[in-house]
């Protein structure tokens, strides 16, 4: 199971158009079946196993407060589930809704992970050829879709629109963590089951 942190409606469709840009949809055939799978976008605050079926209600604390989220870079992994994420900023907000979710499992006895925290994946790649992963960090930025600005404070924004999603979406900086869901994560990415939603 894992519990994610969830951009608001308007955010996550944003999100999502950008999410299924492709760089080459006219030579899928080298395309492996487990790359490009659709998912939501979010951050995980935990990982965990459980003999049951967990209530969300057991597993975020009450209190627990809408949270924003800052880009500040893109990441390029050498695993599959790592394959291209936005990393965000480590703000005192997030980190302390990490925590509080962690300290709160383990006082349910439940025991959790929250490796590579945090992140948010854009896409899952299996690579058909080595460096595809880079390549398409490489696209997103040649195409608009990605833009960094460094020296001084480094300015990360994501522009959703060239994938069809609305004007205000031009240069995203981050998003309103709205709500955390529960998710079955145990079958491959695009049959992973959203089991409970709670709003922040």
């Given at each position: 199971?894992?519990?994610?942190l969830?951009p608001?409606?308007?955010?996550?469709?944003?999100?999502?158009?950008?999410?299924?840009?492709?760089?080459?949809?006219?030579n899928?055939?080298?395309?492996?079946?487990?790359?490009?799978?659709?998912?939501?976008?979010?951050i995980?605050?935990?990982?965990?196993?459980?003999p049951?079926?967990?209530?969300?209600?057991?597993?975020v604390?009450?209190?627990?407060?809408?949270?924003?989220?800052?880009?500040?870079?893109?990441?390029?992994?050498?695993?599959?589930?790592?394959?291209?994420?936005?990393?965000?900023?480590?703000?005192?907000?997030?980190?302390?809704?990490?925590?509080?979710?962690?300290?709160?499992?383990?006082?349910?006895?439940?025991?959790?992970?929250?490796?590579s925290?945090?992140?948010?994946?854009?896409?899952?790649l299996?690579?058909?050829?080595?460096?595809?992963?880079?390549?398409l960090?490489?696209?997103?930025?040649?195409?608009?879709?990605?833009?960094?600005?460094?020296?001084?404070?480094?300015?990360?924004?994501?522009?959703?629109?060239?994938?069809?999603?609305?004007?205000?979406?031009?240069?995203?900086?981050?998003?309103?963590?709205?709500?955390?869901?529960?998710?079955?994560?145990?079958?491959?990415?695009?049959?992973?089951?959203?089991?409970?939603?709670?709003?922040?």
């Amino acid at each position: 199971y894992a519990l994610w942190l969830v951009p608001s409606g308007p955010e996550a469709e944003a999100l999502r158009h950008l999410m299924r840009f492709r760089p080459r949809p006219d030579n899928p055939r080298n395309e492996k079946p487990k790359s490009y799978p659709r998912f939501d976008p979010h951050i995980t605050l935990a990982t965990f196993l459980c003999p049951h079926r967990p209530n969300i209600f057991q597993l975020v604390p009450m209190g627990a407060k809408t949270t924003p989220v800052h880009f500040e870079s893109l990441e390029v992994g050498d695993e599959y589930l790592s394959s291209l994420s936005i990393i965000p900023k480590k703000s005192s907000e997030l980190m302390q809704l990490r925590d509080r979710v962690m300290d709160h499992l383990k006082a349910n006895s439940i025991r959790a992970m929250s490796s590579s925290f945090p992140h948010m994946s854009l896409f899952y790649l299996d690579e058909s050829f080595k460096g595809e992963r880079l390549l398409l960090s490489k696209q997103l930025r040649e195409t608009g879709r990605v833009h960094e600005q460094r020296g001084g404070e480094t300015n990360f924004t994501l522009n959703c629109t060239v994938d069809g999603a609305g004007p205000e979406f031009d240069a995203m900086k981050g998003f309103e963590g709205t709500e955390i869901w529960l998710v079955d994560c145990t079958e491959g990415v695009e049959d992973w089951t959203v089991l409970d939603r709670r709003d922040l």
